[in-house]
């Protein structure tokens, strides 16, 4: 009864501090403008499952794409055993699916295939990162805590992984001496390899090693749920929504300012009538996270930090400072800070500060719209939607643009085209024709 009651002390501290973690990231996100990504749900949901749950764009790199999904199937099965373990923990069982029969041996055996595979995963991805030191991994946005976070959720699973089977290994001895409370079920193709090392023990030594290692195992679990919403990994939740609000407009196709079209049109007819409840707006483009749409924000949370969007950019591997990476990380950063701000004080308190605080002009500038980001990254997060309206902002707000597009400008202003040609000069090509 005293496991019992520490269980569910336990399990309550641990959700209460998820779902209010949670909570905050929802809020977070819902600080961006709105948008309306309601329409056709068949189609999303065909994006969903192909790219989310089918995981269609890893595949491009075959390699970490199978140990990827090694880790991705682990991740959803186990967590059947893991729900056992909440049943046992909260009702003081042992097994308690064991009812299933030859069923719960099949899925055990199974489980334990997995645990393995997702063992040797994570250790051939601590190596691709710190000793075949991949290149897409380096960067000046991954140094510090991206990195670390990286190696640390690594171990985690690594030691989660043996935890669950070395308790299954000093369950079977237990089950072939017969301990009280120990049920004869499951079958352990990979932790019986484990079972020498253990032989020799007591049974009471036995028994309290399964304690230990079970324990350890749902406590690990636990705070790995707790560790999610400060991390990267974040992405094994928001990934499914993510991709569900895909934007499913053709990639080259660029949002109009409904602002902007709204004013030209008022100005080129004088007998428009202005919409009802209109009003003129009061700025342009992005100036700080509040300003982007609450999907934009959802793409900072949902990035895995892979570095595909990156070693995919054709201005990165030509040595020009833009890293598309880093640009949803500096939005996810920022988006941490004003939701602090906002903690401290009760709403938000200018500080500053804004997004373009952290992203450079000549970051912003050197992007060429190609969308090769877009394309490359596994959850459809959309980087150059962010630098596109920041951009904008330069622009509109700040008439700070290179020389290159100023001059671009005031020939569309006086010639009604982006060369430096009169108007009345436009054909004269045609007299040699």
Sequence with gaps: M????????????????????????????????????????????????????????????????????????????????VLEILVDGIFGTHRAFSFLGSVYNLAIGFFEILAFG????????????????????????????????????LIIEIVLMAALLKMNACDQILQMRGAEHFVNAGSFPISQFLVPFFQSWSTDSLIIMERIFWWFHILGIFAF?????????????????????????????????????????????????????????????????????WKNLMDAYSCTECGRCTSSCPQNQ????LSPRKIMMDTRDRLEEVGKNI??????????????????????????????CVEACPVNINPMEIIVEMRRFKVMEQSSAPASLNSMFNNLENNQAPWQFSPMDRANWTQEV
């Excluded at 946005?141 to 990286?150: I, L, R, Y």
């Excluded at 008022?266 to 509040?290: C, H, I, N, R, W």
Aim: proline letters at 5%; charged letters at 20%.
């Design 2 to 81: 005293l496991q019992q009651i520490l269980f569910l002390l336990v399990s309550g501290v641990s959700v209460f501090f998820f779902a209010k973690n949670l909570g905050k990231i929802r809020r977070n996100i819902l600080l961006g403008k709105d948008i309306d990504r309601s329409d056709n749900p068949s189609e999303r949901l065909k994006t969903m499952l192909k790219v989310a749950f089918g995981q269609t764009k890893m595949t491009v790199r075959p390699v970490p794409a199978f140990f990827h999904f090694i880790i991705y199937i682990g991740f959803i099965l186990i967590n059947i055993e």
């Design 118 to 153: 997702v063992f040797v995963a994570c250790v051939v991805f601590l190596s691709r990162r710190f000793i075949v030191k991949i290149k897409r991994f380096s960067g000046v946005e991954m140094k510090g805590f991206p990195t670390s976070d990286a190696a640390t959720i």
């Design 225 to 293: 749920m707790n560790y999610l919403p400060f991390s990267k990994h974040f992405h094994v939740i928001l990934a499914f929504p993510n991709t569900y609000y895909s934007n499913l407009k053709a990639k080259g196709e660029l949002n109009n300012m409904a602002s902007v079209t709204q004013e030209v049109k008022l100005m080129l007819d004088p007998s428009a009538q202005v919409p009802d409840g209109y009003e003129p707006p009061t700025s342009f483009g992005v100036k700080d996270v509040q300003d982007l749409t």
């Design 318 to 321: 030509t040595g020009k400072l």
């Design 343 to 372: 903690d401290k004080n009760g709403s938000f308190v200018d500080d500053g500060k804004n997004l373009h605080t952290l992203i450079s002009e000549e970051e912003l500038w050197a992007c060429n719209t190609c969308n090769a």
